[in-house]
């Protein structure tokens, strides 16, 4: 879902796991993450919506404050590559 861009749905699937396994570390960081993630695409939507108001040295200086400010937000975190829990059919239903 997240490379979907489908950012809410993936939040509210970790805020399940964690409901889950409550003990387990990941599904706070990646909620953390997610959430950063999708403010992230909220801005860039907001950039591609005003960039015909930008002209010129304007748009480049804009792109570029936009640019260094992502690679620092990047650098803070890393994710995890994998989840290594596996959803039972026991735990799913605590889910309904």
Do not use: W
Not at 38 to 66: A, V
Not at 72 to 89: G, H, I, W, Y
Request: aromatic share 8%; charged share 40%; glycine share 2%.
């Amino acid at each position: 879902m997240r490379g979907q861009k489908e950012f809410e749905l993936a939040i509210k699937d970790l805020e399940d796991a964690h409901k889950l396994l409550p003990t387990e570390a990941d599904p706070p960081k990646l909620i953390a993450a997610y959430k950063e993630d999708y403010e992230l695409e909220k801005r860039i939507s907001k950039i591609m919506e005003n960039s015909q108001t930008l002209k010129g040295k304007e748009f480049i200086d804009f792109l570029l404050n936009f640019q260094q400010k992502e690679v620092e937000s990047s650098v803070k975190r890393k994710m995890p590559k994998f989840c290594q829990n596996d959803l039972t059919a026991e735990n799913a239903t605590k889910l309904r």
